[in-house]
């Protein structure tokens, strides 16, 4: 396994953006178009964007996890109608994968 503390030695910087959203009531539906249609193309076409992941959970969620090739960049703000409050954006550092699948 890795050494993240070697990583973080050697000035590593974050490459992947968690960002998470909850949902106006009844809205969870619009809020995903709207990620599919608008902030996932807007991300993809940020040059060092490599890739965006999108998750829904049973409470309304939405869960995006960005992968970049250098500093992450912001996900723009959802429309306030589609959602309960505003978003929250944290950085990583990723460390491997295993096991990963297309799908």
Do not use: K
């Not at 959203?21 to 040059?47: C, H, K, M, S, Y």
């Not at 996890?65 to 954006?89: K, M």
């Amino acid at each position: 396994m890795p050494d993240p503390s070697a990583a973080e030695q050697a000035g590593a910087a974050h490459d992947t953006l968690m960002w998470e959203v909850v949902a106006a009531p009844g809205r969870l539906a619009d809020l995903l178009r709207w990620i599919d249609e608008e902030a996932v193309p807007d991300l993809l076409r940020t040059p060092n964007c490599l890739s965006v992941d999108a998750y829904a959970a049973a409470d309304d969620r939405a869960v995006l996890i960005i992968r970049f090739e250098g500093r992450p960049a912001r996900v723009p703000d959802p429309p306030e109608d589609l959602v309960r409050r505003s978003a929250h954006q944290w950085p990583f550092r990723h460390l491997w994968s295993r096991g990963v699948r297309s799908g």
